[in-house]
């Protein structure tokens, strides 16, 4: 079976882009999250979503971020406009209704200069 | 300030030595995961603990849950190059819309040959 596919692998823009990064969830699986992976802070939670609408999107860090999860099968985070500290792994997880485990994606390198 | 302190940040030992990473909080999980995190991938789930003072083996790793589930260990037992990677632990938080899952900052393990 497919894991979770996140794309891009890979993304260098400049500061004042907008980028946008892709999910596919685990199919069957109804909660979808975005993490940010850094140096300093570690795996942090930004968006939540459970059955395709957030719940919990504390962890987004200002109004530059945004994400959507228009159905079951696909969610997007975005930044508008990118900072170079935005620079981070960014993952993307799903996990399974009444399941604890949660599957991570490879990951989305974003650098920001 | 992390929720979860893990310690040691980084561990460089040989192969075959034993040893302990550590995971500590002032707040209780209604359980507690372990991830192990290779370069260019996402975390990986080792293990599970649920009930306080719980231990699992897996293999070369033994965990625990500790009494007042704030806190955890693995023991890694003759450690292999294989075994290098980030180790995180993530506790469980129960929230008004479910659970949060909260990592910690991550230990990097380095096993030499």
């Known amino acids: 079976d497919a894991g979770v596919i996140q794309s891009p692998r890979h993304e260098v823009t400049e500061m004042g882009q907008e980028v946008t990064l892709r999910c596919k969830p685990i199919?069957?699986?109804?909660?979808l999250f975005w993490y940010r992976q850094t140096m300093m802070r570690g795996l942090e939670l930004l968006i939540y979503?459970?059955?395709?609408?957030?719940?919990?999107d504390s962890g987004m860090p200002e109004d530059r971020f945004s994400a959507k999860m228009p159905n079951a099968s696909f969610s997007t985070l975005k930044i508008q406009p990118s900072e170079p500290r935005d620079s981070a792994v960014y993952f993307c997880?799903?996990?399974?209704?009444?399941?604890?485990?949660?599957?991570f994606g490879e990951g989305s390198w974003l650098t920001v200069v | 300030t992390q929720l979860l302190e893990q310690s040691p940040q980084f561990l460089s030992i040989q192969e075959g030595e034993n040893l302990t990473v550590y995971c500590n909080s002032s707040?209780?999980?209604?359980?507690l995961q372990w991830y192990r995190q290779e370069p260019g991938e996402g975390p990986v789930l080792l293990v599970t603990?649920?009930?306080?003072?719980e231990v699992k083996k897996l293999k070369r790793l033994t965990f625990q849950f500790g009494d007042a589930r704030k806190d955890s260990s693995l023991h890694i037992t003759a450690a292999q190059p294989g075994d290098t990677g980030l180790y995180l632990c993530a506790g469980r938080k129960v929230m008004e819309y479910g659970n949060k899952l909260v990592f910690g900052a991550g230990t990097i393990l380095r096993v030499k040959s």
């Open positions: 199919s069957g699986h109804n909660s």
């Open positions: 603990v649920v009930t306080g003072g």
């Open positions: 997880a799903s996990r399974g209704d009444g399941e604890r485990t949660i599957y």
């Open positions: 707040s209780v999980f209604s359980s």
């Open positions: 979503f459970n059955n395709n609408v957030p719940i919990d």
